[in-house]
């Protein structure tokens, strides 16, 4: 069951080091399958009853127990029983706090999101997710950073069930706010708003535009020397205004998925060039970071040091 945590776990904070949204699509990501129930799929596939039966049955051997309650929501929302989707989120959120994360930004559950239930479900959440940093120094600050955490992932399609085409207009209204907060508080530090939010703030620069991250770079590296900030947060935004700037990197972190020949699709991850290579998995580790080799093994790389290729361009 640790193992299945891992790979929900994963599967939120790969999300962030990719450069291209279409690239979203492949690699670690088809994982979330395992482990997720989806609405559309029980339709097409007529599965509804037959996932509820074997879920409360306890015949799931697939998928984590402590994903049951989600998962029944899911096969009810598939169904449009709404009350019935409504209770096994709410009996989730108290059961299984670990992944009330998943319930906002799981897009299954868009068509609640405008009914009276979705407003309890949500101040739940809150509350867990409150109770969760008693010591931070900002805790309204702390709900909303968390909640934008959750916007920006939503509109990426958490487990990427469907990718929101209007996610470019959802970073541009979180950064608008997010630089307000800036402004107003400095770096959201893990001692103001707790981990969570703090690094909300951060997918919003890492999601902006290269002048962006460069005028936050600075506050988020001295943050991180404090142990107020993640150092692998550093070592992502480092490599992303690289890769923008320069196409290529320093810690390896940026991949990008790359068109088969003959469909036309895109189909498999590369990564761009490593400056200094030979002495990359040292620099990785400063950063908190895993060796690079079993780093882009997670997105189906095999890894050979000094490989020569050609960056890519984005139309």
């Not at 904070?13 to 609405?39: C, D, E, M, N, T």
């Amino acid at each position: 069951m640790k193992n299945n945590k891992k790979i929900l776990v994963l599967t939120i904070i790969v999300g962030s080091f990719i450069q291209s949204p279409k690239a979203q699509l492949y690699g670690p990501f088809k994982s979330i399958g395992q482990i997720v129930l989806f609405a559309d799929t029980l339709k097409v596939k007529n599965k509804i009853n037959c996932e509820i039966s074997r879920i409360k049955a306890g015949n799931d051997s697939i998928r984590p127990k402590q994903l049951s309650n989600f998962n029944l929501a899911i096969c009810y929302v598939a169904k449009n029983y709404i009350d019935s989707t409504c209770f096994y989120l709410t009996r989730s959120i108290v059961q299984n706090p670990e992944f009330n994360r998943m319930i906002l930004s799981d897009s299954d559950f868009d068509q609640l999101h405008k009914l009276p239930c979705w407003k309890i479900i949500t101040d739940k959440i809150d509350s867990v997710f409150l109770s969760s940093i008693p010591n931070v120094t900002k805790p309204k600050l702390a709900v909303e950073l968390f909640h934008i955490n959750e916007k920006d992932q939503h509109a990426r399609g958490y487990g990427l069930k469907r990718l929101d085409k209007i996610f470019v207009n959802v970073d541009s209204i979180n950064i608008i706010r997010v630089e307000e907060i800036i402004k107003e508080n400095g770096w959201p530090t893990y001692s103001m708003v707790g981990k969570v939010a703090a690094d909300g703030a951060f997918l919003v620069i890492q999601h902006s535009t290269t002048q962006i991250q460069k005028k936050y770079l600075n506050q988020l590296l001295d943050a991180a020397k404090k142990k107020e900030a993640s150092s692998e947060s550093v070592a992502l935004l480092q490599d992303r205004i690289m890769t923008n700037e320069f196409h290529c990197q320093i810690y390896g972190t940026q991949v990008f998925a790359v068109k088969d020949k003959v469909t036309g699709k895109l189909s498999k991850y590369t990564y761009y060039p490593i400056k200094d290579e030979v002495n990359v998995d040292t620099r990785r580790k400063e950063m908190g970071l895993i060796p690079v080799k079993d780093y882009l093994k997670m997105f189906g790389i095999d890894y050979v040091p000094g490989t020569k290729f050609k960056p890519p361009t984005f139309e």
